[in-house]
């Protein structure tokens, strides 16, 4: 039996993060290895690998909430720019085989780093960050 992948552990509660936002069907938290402070993930809490994987109406809903979840970044972080990037399978640079979605904010001059570049940021100043995000959702 393979272990379920990092998202399903989360979803399932067996991993910690810095939520912004749950309801029935999704998560929203802070990644832990953002491209800039604010970098949201928003995943659906059934393990769909990709986009062509989820219903409909679920995707919909994923989407409802990634606005949901860009606007109170914008209102807590004020960047000048977002980028919302959802990625589908590995050619796509998916690295974790479960649908997400990510909120970066983003600043003038800014340019995304690639994976290997990033950083881990820690856990005390992603939940400061979560907490300041969760009062504009």
């Not at 939520?19 to 970098?39: I, K, Q, T, W």
């Amino acid at each position: 039996m393979t272990e379920p992948c990092i998202f399903c552990r989360i979803t399932n509660e067996c991993s910690p993060v810095s939520s912004v936002y749950e309801d029935d069907c999704v998560v929203a938290f802070l990644d832990n290895r953002p491209a800039s402070d604010g970098h949201t993930l928003v995943i659906p809490k059934k393990h769909f690998e990709t986009i062509y994987n989820i219903p409909g109406e679920e995707i919909a809903h994923l989407f409802k909430v990634v606005k949901r979840v860009a606007v109170a970044v914008r209102e807590t972080l004020s960047p000048e720019g977002l980028s919302i990037i959802q990625r589908n399978g590995k050619a796509a640079g998916q690295h974790i085989l479960h649908l997400h979605v990510h909120v970066i904010p983003r600043h003038n001059s800014q340019k995304l780093l690639r994976m290997e570049e990033i950083q881990e940021v820690d856990r005390d100043k992603l939940d400061k960050i979560a907490k300041a995000i969760k009062q504009h959702i």
